[in-house]
């Protein structure tokens, strides 16, 4: 049986993702603070496959996706038991945006090593994390190649299992290592970020 997904957001990340799973016929909960019923012009527009609920609802996904702001990472612990869930951590640590851009200060930590103390046990991976919404939801195939997504986690199965996915979506997945390591590469002001890179062949 197909996996089940679940976001923790309903916005511009939210939509791009969906719109790829939906694409590969994946049943995904989109959720948001607000009514699950407010969601109904989102969900339409989504199409077959995606469905509006509670964060709560969302976390009991098989794989569930972070597409919330990181001043919200706060509400995540007591969305489920976390522990051994695969969780893709799509955020950055932007605390403002246009035009200053000021990230948190985390301390030289990589940020999703401060999202993984929110959801206790999970097997975090970051991914879906460097690309503008808008060039996320476009077709990951050009003629000049296939668009790149990293990836980066301290489980090889999860990276293993969300590297997969994202090369089903038609996507390249480049696996970069840890949270510690490769995840602070591909974070808000790493080396890669908004690096839109097309991988021949
Ligand atoms: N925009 C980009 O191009 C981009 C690229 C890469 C990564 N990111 C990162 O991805 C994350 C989402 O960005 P976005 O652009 O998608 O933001 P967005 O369009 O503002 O969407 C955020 C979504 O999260 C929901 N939300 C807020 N607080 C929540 C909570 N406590 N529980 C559940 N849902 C909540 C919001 O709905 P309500 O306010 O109604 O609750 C909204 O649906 C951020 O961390 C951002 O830094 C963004």
Avoid: C
């Amino acid at each position: 049986m197909k996996k089940t997904f679940g976001i923790i957001g309903a916005g511009n990340i939210a939509q791009a993702v969906a719109g790829h799973l939906l694409k590969a016929g994946y049943t995904v909960t989109l959720s948001s603070r607000k009514d699950p019923a407010l969601l109904a012009d989102t969900i339409a527009a989504l199409g077959a496959g995606a469905v509006a609920g509670t964060p709560a609802d969302a976390a009991q996904a098989d794989i569930v996706l972070l597409a919330l702001p990181w001043a919200q990472l706060a509400t995540l612990p007591n969305l489920t038991n976390w522990d051994q869930r695969l969780v893709i951590d799509a955020t950055n640590h932007y605390l403002t945006f246009a035009p200053d851009f000021q990230v948190a200060d985390l301390n030289g930590r990589a940020s999703s090593e401060v999202v993984r103390e929110q959801v206790p046990g999970a097997r975090l991976v970051k991914a879906f994390n460097t690309l503008y919404f808008k060039v996320l939801a476009a077709a990951p195939q050009e003629s000049a190649g296939k668009r790149v997504l990293f990836v980066s986690g301290d489980h090889a199965d999860a990276n293993a299992e969300v590297a997969a996915l994202i090369e089903s979506l038609g996507f390249n997945a480049v696996t970069l290592g840890t949270l510690a390591g490769g995840s602070q590469l591909q974070q808000a002001k790493g080396p890669l970020a908004s690096l839109n890179l097309l991988k021949k062949g």
